[in-house]
C-alpha cells in the first residue's frame, strides 16, 4: 500500500509539475509577443519618420529644416533598435525557461524600460538646452533650435513609450506572482498546488 501512495504522489507531482511549465511557457510567450509588438510600434514610428524627414527637410528652411533632419538621423538609430529588439524576442520565442529565467528575464525588461524613460528625459531636457542655446548663438540658432525641438519631441515620444510599455510589461510580470504561489516549500515538505 505505501509503495502505491509513493507513485500516486509522484504521478500527481509530475503532473502538477508539468501545468506549472506550461503556465510558464505561455507567461513567457506572452512576454516575449508584448515585446515584438512593442518593437513594432517603434519601428513604425521610425519608418514614418525616416520616410518624411527627408521630404520635410528638403520643403523647409530655417528650424524647421534641422528638425526634421534631426528626426531623421534619430530614427535611423531608433530603426537599429526595434529591429534588434524584435528580431532577440522572436529568437527566444521556442526556448522553455525556468522560473528563475522568467523572474530574470522579466526584471531586466522592467530595469531596461525604465533606465531608457531615465535617458528619454535627459533627451527632452537636451533639447530645452539646445532651444535655449539657440536664443544666444545667433551664427547657429536654426540648427539649435531645430535640433532641440526635435530632441523634445523624439524623447517624448520614446518616454511615453517606455513608459507604457513598461506599464503594460509589469502588470503582465504579476501573473508571476500566481505561478510562484503555487509552489508551496516549508522545512519539512515541498508541494505544487493545482491553481485552477
Keep these: 500500500m505505501p509503495s502505491k501512495c509513493i507513485i500516486l504522489t509522484l504521478i500527481l507531482s509530475i503532473g502538477l509539475q508539468a501545468a506549472q511549465t506550461q503556465n510558464l511557457d505561455s507567461f513567457n510567450e506572452d512576454r516575449l509577443k508584448r515585446t515584438q509588438q512593442g518593437m513594432l510600434v517603434l519601428g513604425s514610428w521610425a519608418t514614418t519618420n525616416i520616410i518624411t524627414s527627408p521630404i520635410l527637410a528638403n520643403n523647409s528652411s530655417g528650424s524647421d529644416k534641422y528638425f526634421h533632419q534631426m528626426n531623421g538621423y534619430w530614427n535611423s538609430v531608433n530603426l537599429i533598435i526595434a529591429g534588434f529588439g524584435y528580431f532577440s524576442a522572436r529568437k527566444m520565442a521556442n526556448q522553455h525557461f525556468t522560473l528563475s529565467e522568467s523572474l530574470r528575464e522579466q526584471q531586466k525588461l522592467e530595469k531596461t524600460l525604465l533606465f531608457n524613460a531615465g535617458l528619454d528625459m535627459g533627451y527632452m531636457l537636451g533639447g530645452l538646452y539646445l532651444i535655449e542655446r539657440s536664443k544666444n548663438d545667433i551664427s547657429n540658432a ?51 498546488v493545482w491553481m485552477i
Design 142 to 192: 536654426d540648427r539649435f533650435k531645430g535640433f532641440g525641438q526635435s530632441l523634445v519631441l523624439q524623447g517624448g515620444f520614446l518616454f511615453a513609450f517606455d513608459v507604457i510599455f513598461y506599464l503594460l510589461q509589469k502588470n503582465h510580470g504579476s501573473k508571476l506572482f500566481s505561478i510562484v504561489d503555487s509552489l508551496a516549500l516549508s522545512p519539512s515538505s515541498f508541494r505544487l
